[in-house]
């Protein structure tokens, strides 16, 4: 992973008190347009108190985000990354890249060798720092993965996702070249202005880009990378 500066006045810390616990809690909510169920104090608690990874990030004293992973079973060397967000004030400043080091370095403390992790397969920021920026490894499209879900962001849309994998120790995984690639996949360059300004363009883009890479799945091919111009790349599988 590239190596990024942590800018001035920024920290991450551990929730260890219940005051922290709630803040965190606050701080996802108001990321997700709202939702205090995502990630409720009572489990949040439970989770740091078990020995999962469960931070806040700090612009000075004023908590800016959270980031919460829990581990896999044993033999898998492996630990989920449920949540992460930043306030919106904050975003666009390399701070999901300085949490994700951050979490990169706890687990390897561990023993841990890969970290997964879901995201929706229509936001092109997010495909863009998990598959260039990161060099994750694409494992499987869930359609729907989750359901129904009541939050700002998600109110009203189908919740699929793509899951990736973080081989921690590894070099990145490289974009495809060109010659590599069979098939792409295009997705907007703007998901959520689309959910609140057009939802029947927003939907109408979810079964396609859905049918579009369910059918090359089928076919044997796997999402080897991502464009910013052309969006997913496939290739053939091993």
Same mark, same amino acid.
């Given at each position: 992973?590239?190596?990024?500066?942590?800018?001035?006045?920024?920290?991450?810390?551990? $929730?260890?008190?219940? *005051?922290?616990? /709630?803040?965190?809690?606050?701080?996802?909510?108001?990321? #997700?347009?709202?939702?205090?169920?995502?990630?409720?104090? =009572?489990?949040?608690?439970? %989770?740091?108190?078990a020995g999962n990874y469960a931070v806040g990030l700090y612009d000075e004293e004023r908590m800016v985000g959270?980031?919460?992973?829990?581990?896999?079973?044993?033999?898998?060397?492996?630990?989920?990354?449920? +949540? &992460? @967000?930043? $306030?919106?004030?904050?975003?666009?400043?390399?701070?999901?890249?300085?949490?994700?080091?951050?979490?990169?370095? #706890?687990?390897?403390?561990? @023993?841990?060798? /890969?970290? &997964?992790? &879901?995201?929706?397969?229509?936001?092109?920021?997010?495909?863009?720092?998990?598959?260039?920026?990161?060099? &994750?490894? !694409?494992?499987?499209?869930?359609? =729907?993965?989750?359901?129904?879900?009541?939050?700002?962001? =998600?109110?009203?849309?189908?919740?699929?996702? +793509?899951?990736?994998? #973080?081989?921690?120790?590894?070099?990145?995984?490289?974009?495809? *070249?060109?010659?590599?690639?069979?098939?792409? !996949?295009?997705?907007?360059?703007?998901?959520?202005?689309?959910?609140?300004e057009t939802p029947v363009d927003a939907a109408v883009w979810r079964a396609h880009v859905r049918e579009q890479?369910?059918? /090359? %799945?089928?076919?044997? %091919? !796997?999402?080897?990378?991502?464009?910013?111009?052309?969006?997913?790349?496939?290739?053939?599988?091993?």
């Open positions: 992973m590239p190596e990024t500066a942590t800018p001035p006045g920024i920290d991450i810390r551990f $929730l260890d008190t219940v *005051e922290e616990v /709630h803040r965190a809690s606050e701080v996802l909510a108001e990321v #997700w347009g709202g939702d205090r169920g995502g990630m409720p104090p =009572n489990l949040l608690r439970a %989770l740091a108190h959270a980031s919460v992973a829990f581990f896999a079973e044993p033999a898998a060397r492996s630990m989920h990354s449920h +949540i &992460t @967000g930043v $306030l919106p004030d904050h975003q666009s400043q390399g701070l999901g890249r300085v949490l994700k080091r951050h979490q990169q370095e #706890w687990a390897l403390a561990r @023993g841990v060798g /890969h970290i &997964t992790w &879901t995201f929706d397969p229509l936001v092109a920021r997010n495909a863009h720092f998990n598959l260039r920026v990161l060099g &994750t490894r !694409v494992t499987e499209y869930l359609v =729907n993965h989750y359901g129904p879900m009541d939050d700002g962001v =998600n109110r009203g849309d189908e919740t699929d996702r +793509i899951m990736v994998s #973080w081989a921690l120790a590894a070099p990145p995984v490289p974009t495809p *070249e060109d010659e590599r690639v069979v098939a792409s !996949v295009e997705i907007p360059h703007d998901i959520e202005i689309l959910r609140r890479l369910v059918g /090359h %799945l089928a076919e044997g %091919l !796997v999402i080897g990378g991502f464009d910013d111009a052309r969006g997913y790349l496939l290739v053939p599988g091993r």
